[in-house]
């Protein structure tokens, strides 16, 4: 048996400091999609500010903020149980004194049934991240949800073999 499944990739410029500017347009483009048929739908990595790892800056640490109450998780946990769609939520965590860069695994009733968090830490010239973020220690899961088996890697995470390995 056969089952299609339309997926789709918001894309967006996200505006330095704004965060209720992004989620806002976010959440636009998220209906638009479920709009046009699409039952997974995928945000950028960190949308809720413009890419902010280009230095080492301490502000930016202030930014992370627990998965409990996350107001933007929080957020689009109503919007796809709303819509009737899944939504995996990327957002900087902060779990008791570590940083990380995860993603909430939201199912299409709200609920969420897990976080990943990224493995794979780029340092290098305009890619601080390791300043700000620690590697994830979820490992490479998967998650049942109402359109099928999902994993969810985080941008770097793609370059290594291992993580569609496991996935498998």
Same mark, same amino acid.
């Given at each position: 048996?056969?089952?299609?499944?339309?997926?789709?990739?918001?894309?967006?410029?996200?505006?330095?400091?704004? =965060?209720?500017?992004? =989620?806002?347009?976010?959440?636009?483009? +998220?209906?638009?999609?479920?709009?046009?048929?699409?039952?997974?739908?995928? +945000?950028?990595?960190?949308?809720?500010?413009?890419?902010?790892? /280009?230095?080492?800056?301490? /502000?930016?640490?202030?930014?992370?903020?627990?998965?409990?109450?996350?107001?933007?998780?929080?957020?689009?946990?109503?919007?796809?149980?709303?819509?009737?769609?899944?939504?995996?939520?990327?957002?900087?965590?902060?779990?008791?004194?570590?940083?990380?860069?995860?993603?909430?695994?939201?199912?299409?009733?709200?609920?969420?049934?897990?976080?990943?968090?990224?493995?794979?830490?780029?340092?290098?010239?305009?890619?601080?991240?390791?300043?700000?973020?620690?590697?994830?220690?979820?490992?490479?899961? +998967?998650?049942?949800?109402?359109?099928?088996?999902?994993?969810?890697?985080?941008?770097?995470?793609?370059?290594?073999?291992? =993580?569609?390995?496991?996935?498998?």
């Amino acid at each position: 048996m056969t089952r299609e499944l339309t997926v789709a990739a918001v894309q967006m410029a996200m505006v330095d400091g704004d =965060v209720a500017d992004n =989620v806002a347009t976010a959440t636009r483009l +998220v209906r638009e999609a479920a709009k046009r048929g699409a039952r997974l739908i995928l +945000v950028p990595e960190l949308f809720e500010d413009r890419y902010f790892c /280009e230095d080492q800056r301490a /502000e930016h640490l202030s930014k992370a903020r627990p998965l409990a109450g996350h107001p933007t998780v929080e957020h689009f946990a109503a919007l796809a149980r709303e819509l009737k769609v899944v939504l995996p939520v990327s957002f900087y965590e902060r779990s008791g004194n570590e940083l990380f860069n995860s993603c909430a695994i939201v199912d299409a009733d709200g609920s969420i049934l897990g976080v990943y968090r990224k493995s794979h830490i780029p340092d290098g010239p305009g890619y601080s991240e390791k300043y700000y973020f620690r590697p994830g220690d979820t490992g490479f899961r +998967v998650w049942d949800t109402a359109v099928g088996r999902i994993g969810v890697g985080i941008c770097w995470d793609q370059w290594f073999p291992e =993580v569609a390995r496991a996935f498998a």
